[in-house]
T-cell receptor, first 114, second 113 residues
Framework: KAGVTQTPRYLIKTRGQQVTLSCSPI?????VSWYQQTPGQGLQFLFEYFSETQRNKGNFPGRFSGRQFSNSRSEMNVSTLELGDSALYLC?????????????FGPGTRLTVT | AQSVTQLDSQVPVFEEAPVELRCNYS??????LFWYVQYPNQGLQLLLK??????LVKGINGFEAEFNKSQTSFHLRKPSVHISDTAEYFCAVRSGGYQKVTFGTGTKLQVIP
């Protein structure tokens, strides 16, 4: 079974621009969560989608948004990029069927804002 | 609200020595607990999880953890570490299936040859 894939793996953007990151979950997984990882703040929860609906949301400004498609693939968008948005963005998928609540992580997208 | 505290940001240990990485959690309801490992430039990989039942949980790569409800702890242990265990380890808690997962700040394990 293929793992969680994230594209692109690396991205360099300029302040003020916007960016869209993509995540394809493991086949059959309907839950997708996004995290921001930085050396100073650690792993911060952004949001979780389940069956195209946002189920949980972290404490991030409205510049951070996401969506999930009918095939469970998810995208997150960051508008008006700031230098502080430079981070590793991780996506994780999980299945609600097996009751383990275990999350499977992708390799991440490294975003650098200059 | 749930929270996780990993008391040690870095733990150096000699190869073949035992190690314990500490994790304490806070939650007003029953919890599900996890330990993940992250190798450089990679995503997180699940080491082990506690959902219910036996309080001693065995995971991959020889790691184990013990759930202690009275002390609200879920410490990770390995009796003999290898160089390949050098990585960052994250403790995480989830209060119910539909709740978000909260991660600790991570502990960097450095295995010294």
């Amino acid at each position: 079974k293929a793992g969680v894939t994230q594209t692109p793996r690396y991205l360099i953007k300029t302040r003020g621009q916007q960016v869209t990151l993509s995540c394809s979950p493991i086949s059959g997984h309907r839950s997708v969560s996004w995290y921001q990882q930085t050396p100073g703040q650690g792993l911060q929860f952004l949001f979780e989608y389940f069956s195209e609906t946002q189920r949980n949301k972290g404490n991030f400004p409205g510049r951070f948004s996401g969506r999930q498609f009918s095939n469970s693939r998810s995208e997150m968008n960051v508008s008006t990029l700031e230098l502080g948005d430079s981070a590793l963005y991780l996506c994780a998928s999980s299945s609600s069927r097996d009751g383990t609540y275990e999350q499977y992580f992708g390799p991440g997208t490294r975003l650098t804002v200059t | 609200a749930q929270s996780v505290t990993q008391l040690d940001s870095q733990v150096p240990v000699f190869e073949e020595a035992p190690v314990e990485l500490r994790c304490n959690y806070s939650s007003s309801v029953s919890v599900y607990l996890f330990w993940y490992v992250q190798y450089p430039n990679q995503g997180l990989q699940l080491l082990l999880k506690y959902l219910s039942g036996s309080t001693l949980v065995k995971g991959i790569n020889g790691f184990e953890a013990e759930f202690n409800k009275s002390q609200t702890s879920f410490h990770l242990r390995k009796p003999s570490v290898h160089i390949s265990d050098t990585a960052e380890y994250f403790c995480a808690v989830r209060s119910g299936g539909y709740q978000k997962v909260t991660f600790g700040t991570g502990t960097k394990l450095q295995v010294i040859p």
